[in-house]
């Protein structure tokens, strides 16, 4: 069974739409997180949600919206997209919320704008 | 603000050469210090930790001494594979109950046979 699932694993899309990419993790975790991955590989924290409350909010347009309806599942949704959004977004997820734990990421959404 | 810098890559080695990835952070505090590992296609997993001053991490051949006089982590393996092709990331998390995981660059591992 895979621990954290994102979908989906590509999206191609065009300026302007608005996507969403869904994350679960089956591992009872309490914190969750999204990382975005731009082309050269540097990775940088959007959000992370402890047990469906919001504790990092990073610098991040409000076009990209973070949901966390339970704790075992968090999602982003992303409006009016841009270029530049275009990138790998990572889900991960921890038993601490201190960012002292093991993260386990999923395997990646890759977002391609048009 | 917390940082962490990886020297610039990428590195090729040939298979069975000696391995060293430089870290240096800059944190408050006393830092939990972290290297995770990306393969090619997949997400990032933990390779090695350690949490305080002198502690060694240590996972598939690869380790790691948490040097504080330095504030540095580097990543050492003394025989590489071509299976270790894969970029490292060097990443620290400081004290505190909301913390984040802070990242470097990353770096680019390519061994060739």
């Known amino acids: 069974d895979t621990a954290v699932s994102q979908t989906p694993k590509y999206l191609v899309t065009q300026m302007g739409n608005d996507k969403s990419i869904k994350c679960e993790q089956n591992?009872?975790?309490?914190?969750m997180y999204w990382y975005k991955q731009d082309s050269k590989k540097f990775l940088k924290i959007m959000f992370s949600?402890?047990?469906?409350?919001?504790?990092i909010n990073e610098t991040v347009p409000n076009r990209f919206s973070p949901k966390s309806p339970d704790k075992a599942h968090l999602n982003l949704h992303i409006n009016s997209l841009e270029l530049g959004d275009s990138a790998v977004y990572f889900c991960?997820?921890?038993?601490?919320?201190?960012?002292?734990?093991?993260?386990?990421f999923g395997e990646g959404s890759r977002l391609t704008v048009l | 603000g917390n940082s962490v810098t990886q020297m610039e890559g990428p590195v090729t080695l040939s298979e069975e050469a000696f391995l060293t990835i430089n870290c240096t952070y800059t944190?408050?505090?006393?830092?939990?210090l972290f290297w995770y590992v990306q393969y090619p296609g997949e997400g990032l997993q933990l390779l090695l930790k350690?949490?305080?001053?002198?502690d060694k991490g240590s996972n598939k051949g690869f380790e790691a001494t948490y040097r504080k006089e330095t504030t540095s982590f580097h990543l050492e393996k003394g025989s590489v594979q071509v299976s270790d092709s894969a970029v490292y990331f060097c990443a620290l998390s400081p004290t505190g109950a909301n913390s984040k995981l802070t990242f470097g660059k990353g770096i680019t591992l390519s061994v060739r046979p």
């Open positions: 944190a408050t505090g006393y830092p939990s």
């Open positions: 949600y402890n047990n469906k409350e919001l504790i």
């Open positions: 350690a949490t305080k001053a002198d």
């Open positions: 991960a997820s921890s038993q601490e919320r201190s960012g002292r734990g093991e993260l386990f």
């Open positions: 591992l009872g975790h309490d914190t």
